[in-house]
């Protein structure tokens, strides 16, 4: 790709701007894809969706601000399995006391209260 390419274009009534088949090419983006504008010092630069996805990635895979995402991914997934884990066994834990007598609940309640029968 070269440097730098300069194509002229007119802003029409509505103020919309045609980007030339050339430079969407270039930047690989089509109907419906998303693009942003970036104004600064009195100038715009079109930044696409992809070259934004570039930026974050090289930016967490040079350890950037974001430090070491594996890990951190790896740590609250582990986090995830423990606190599912905790959830099932209480889950067969209620099942288990809800699958008791009547006559076994009215025993618990009272030997718990220290009134056993």
Same mark, same amino acid.
């Given at each position: 790709m070269a440097d730098r390419m300069d194509f002229?274009?007119? &802003?029409? =009534?509505?103020g919309r701007v045609v980007i030339p088949a050339a430079v969407r090419s270039v930047l690989g983006v089509g109907p419906g894809?998303? &693009? %942003?504008? &970036?104004?600064?010092?009195?100038? &715009? %630069?079109?930044?696409?969706? %992809?070259? @934004? @996805?570039?930026?974050?990635?090289? =930016?967490? =895979?040079?350890?950037?601000?974001?430090?070491?995402s594996t890990s951190a991914v790896r740590q609250a997934r582990r986090v995830d399995i423990e606190r599912a884990a905790g959830k099932w066994a209480r889950v067969e834990i209620t099942a288990r006391e809800e699958a008791r007598t009547e006559d076994e609940i009215e025993d618990g309640l009272l030997a718990q209260l220290g009134l056993r029968r």
């Open positions: 002229d274009t007119k &802003v029409s =009534n509505e894809d998303r &693009v %942003r504008f &970036v104004v600064q010092d009195g100038e &715009v %630069r079109l930044v696409t969706a %992809r070259s @934004l @996805l570039f930026a974050i990635w090289a =930016n967490n =895979n040079n350890g950037g601000d974001a430090g070491d």
